[in-house]
């Protein structure tokens, strides 16, 4: 769904003006988007650079709550912002980039780099530009790929143009989920990506150089600056809760998931057990994971919050 704060407005780069004062003395600090579609393994890449950082960053995501951090990382934890040991900062992005930016603009230190995990169903170019806000230079776009999803989501009528629009705003591509598919399956998936998005590399996830990669694709290549989308008042993906009870059971929740209406493609959530376990709920597509959590990882219990394609064909 578009942001309310860019519903209306047109982000071009000869109509953008800086304000009046700059931050950080005019500096300029690199910004690297995560694109990818639900479940594609965004969230797991921003653990993955925020374990290996040797410098100071700052991550605006989706939900702090699903970053994974060593306690003992943690400096300082206020609302929805976390401070850690190494100088890396994380925010929500869940009151709008707006003030995400803001945020980090208010720093009397800028970060060495900045990287925004985008929402599974963004589409990158209407997000592009706040890669050229005040502050901020635009490092590249890298967009995630489900290999073991992606031939079946593509052809869908409903979300495989989103998919594209992805990859084509891609300035790096990463396959994740490789070794759940078959080396054919594999080389079809790069096939098709290199029809889609031509000349673009195309790297595993199991590569070490991933995350380090995020921080320096050194910028848009190409032919990368596509059209900006008109703004939409219609979202496809219909975002619902379903209760879960508590206590339950591992089966009474395999029961549930079962269950799914087949127009679901993602779904998540946090269920408790008799003895106080809990268990990490994950749906993607046909593809779920019921992990029980380990005792010193206290969450609170949560409903299963749903994604679903209601018109899903």
């Known amino acids: ?6 519903v209306g407005l047109t982000w071009v780069a000869m109509s953008y003006q800086e304000p009046e004062f700059l931050p950080w003395d005019g500096r300029r600090v690199p910004l690297t988007f995560v694109a990818g579609y639900l479940g594609a393994g965004k969230t797991t890449l921003i653990n993955q650079l925020l374990k290996s950082a040797d410098r100071p960053i700052a991550v605006i995501v989706n939900d702090i709550g699903e970053i994974n951090i060593d306690a ?56 592009v530009p706040w890669g050229r806000s005040a502050g901020f230079t635009l490092d ?31 300035d790096v591509l990463t396959l994740t989920k490789a070794d759940l598919v078959r080396p054919d399956v594999l080389a079809s998936v790069r096939r098709r990506l290199e029809q889609i998005s031509p000349g673009v590399p195309i790297i595993e996830a199991q590569d070490p150089m991933v995350s380090t990669l995020l ?47 087949a127009d679901i493609m993602r779904a998540k959530g946090i269920a408790a057990g008799v003895n106080g376990e809990r268990w990490a709920i994950q749906v993607v597509g046909r593809r779920r994971q019921v992990a029980q959590l380990a005792d010193v990882e206290v969450e609170p219990p949560t409903d299963l919050v749903t994604i679903s394609l209601p018109d899903a064909v």
């Open 1 to 6: 769904m578009v942001p309310a704060a860019l």
């Open 72 to 127: 003992r990382l943690i400096r300082k934890h206020s609302g929805d912002t976390i401070e850690l040991s190494d100088g890396c900062v994380c925010c929500s992005s869940i009151d709008g980039f707006g003030a995400a930016f803001d945020m980090i603009r208010a720093r009397e230190t800028p970060p060495d780099h900045v990287v925004v995990e985008l929402s599974g169903v963004a589409e990158p170019a209407r997000m």
């Open 215 to 261: 921080l320096q694709i050194g910028g848009r290549r190409p032919g990368a600056e596509i059209a900006v989308p008109e703004p939409t008042l219609f979202d496809r993906h219909v975002v619902g809760r379903i209760e879960l009870p508590i206590p339950t059971t591992k089966a009474a929740i395999d029961l549930l998931l079962d269950a799914l209406p």
């Open 140 to 170: 590249g776009v890298m967009t995630l790929v489900a290999a073991d999803q992606f031939t079946e989501l593509i052809g869908r009528i409903d979300i495989g143009g989103t998919i594209e629009e992805q990859i084509r705003a891609a």
